[in-house]
């Protein structure tokens, strides 16, 4: 006889497992040359596509830390003109002196620490390009930077405060020419990472979503590389990077895996997608078809992504397969989420193992049941110790759908599995 097999296992407190929904292929463009970031939500695909060379600097909006951004997706470098302030900003700068200049990017993992951010220390006061006033709460800039733009051009920036809600700066030609003062407000970008700003159109652009409308975003940016040499510099790439408030577990061999992996493995470097999925040859791209990246959202919910093919410079496309992971929480009888209960997979052929998570690592006795869609309680058993591995044999059950109920007298949560023939 046949038996359905099911496991019990307890993961962390409010670990989150798997049950796939079902592979979807995604295809995101970028445009050909990768000319257009794209802002893409796992729950409803792209959400704004931007040319990226629509701005040059990025200022922070949502959270304290103020970083400021430098459009390197673009081919711009920053670079900080040491021993310099604002009174030395009207000085001439020589455009041979860029070697003694020292040169500054944006993080690699982090949104929040932008390239003009050098040198920052929040424990006192210093924010990179200013420092904090106690007694007014405003940043007072503190340096003199020159942007380098990919037609070998510059302009030297000083931002001379955020103030107000307003970050006020001004820009020049090295010799001081043609200098503009400008601001871009706080109030203008209400709800998103980033307010934006245009030398060439002279005025504060728009060019994200809202915060929460947006998981992952495809661009051109500025990673570590080797180079020829075998030298890490920082390059030009195209690649992925994640929203805020949200996490990225990376796992080898894991194209195939049918759980998610446990809360450890998520991080919250912005980079953990990235651009090594993806490898050129010589004469054609190669894929790393095996890796898997469980994404974690801000509204809680999990996506597994594979990649599948990539068209280059070409088409500036990327495909890949996208499968969301559902969940139940598990509520106590005062209705409170008290973890996470999984069931996967949810399709069996009456024969597969069956695994149940429990998102609770502090529930100790549980009664799992299955019952039929007319309620008939076909399996029961008490589990004890539920924190541990166990195994449950029960007699094969016709080909249907069925409920799979775990609980106990403070919390209950049901998830549905289907058995074909």
């Known amino acids: 006889m046949k038996k359905t097999v099911l496991t019990a296992i307890s993961l962390f407190c409010m670990t989150w497992s798997t ?59 920053l670079y900080y003109i040491p021993n310099s302030s604002e009174s030395t900003f009207g000085e001439t700068l020589k455009a041979e002196d860029l070697s003694t200049w020292e040169r500054t990017i944006n993080s690699t993992t982090d949104w929040s620490m932008g390239a003009f951010n050098r040198g920052v220390d929040y424990n006192t006061g210093n924010f990179g390009w200013g420092e904090y006033n106690v007694g007014s709460h405003t940043i007072t800039g503190n340096s003199v930077f020159v942007v380098k733009f990919l037609d070998n051009s510059m302009k030297k920036v000083f931002i001379t405060a955020l103030a107000a809600g307003k970050y006020l700066f001004k820009y020049a030609n090295l010799d001081g020419t043609d200098e503009v003062s400008a601001e871009v407000n706080k109030a203008e970008f209400s709800e998103r990472n980033f307010g934006y700003y245009s030398f060439s159109a002279k005025k504060s652009v728009d060019i994200e979503p809202q915060s929460s409308e947006w998981d992952i975003v495809f661009g051109k940016y500025v990673d570590y590389t080797k180079d020829m040499s075998g030298n890490t510099v920082p390059y030009v790439v195209a690649g992925i990077r994640s929203n805020f408030n949200t996490a990225v577990a990376k796992i ?67 495909t890949y397969s996208l499968d969301e992971i559902l969940t139940s929480s598990v509520y106590d009888n005062a209705g409170n989420v008290t973890g996470a209960f999984s069931l996967y997979p949810n399709v069996v052929t009456g024969s597969e193992n069956v695994n149940i998570v429990l998102g609770n690592e502090s529930v100790q006795t549980v009664k799992v049941t299955v019952q039929n869609t007319l309620g008939d309680i076909l399996y029961s058993q008490i589990l004890e110790n539920a924190g541990g591995l166990q195994t449950l044999t029960m007699p094969q059950l016709s080909g249907g759908m069925y409920l799979v109920t775990v609980g106990n007298e403070s919390f209950s949560s049901t998830q549905k599995l289907l058995i074909t023939k």
């Open 19 to 77: 049950v796939f929904s079902g592979e979807n292929l995604k295809t995101v463009v970028m445009k050909p040359s990768y000319s257009d970031q794209v802002f893409v939500s796992l729950s409803d695909g792209v959400v704004k596509n931007t040319p990226v060379a629509d701005w040059d600097m990025g200022f922070e909006i949502k959270n304290i830390s103020s970083s400021i951004l430098v459009n390197e997706g673009k081919g711009a470098e």
């Open 252 to 318: 080898a061999n894991g194209a195939n895996q049918s759980a998610a992996p446990e809360e450890s493995a998520y991080s919250a470097e912005i980079n953990t997608i990235g651009f090594t999925w993806k490898t050129f040859t010589g004469t054609a791209w190669s894929i790393d078809k095996t890796t898997a990246y469980f994404v974690k959202t801000q509204e809680n919910k999990i996506f597994k992504l594979v990649f599948q093919d990539f068209g280059g410079s070409a088409t500036g496309s990327t």
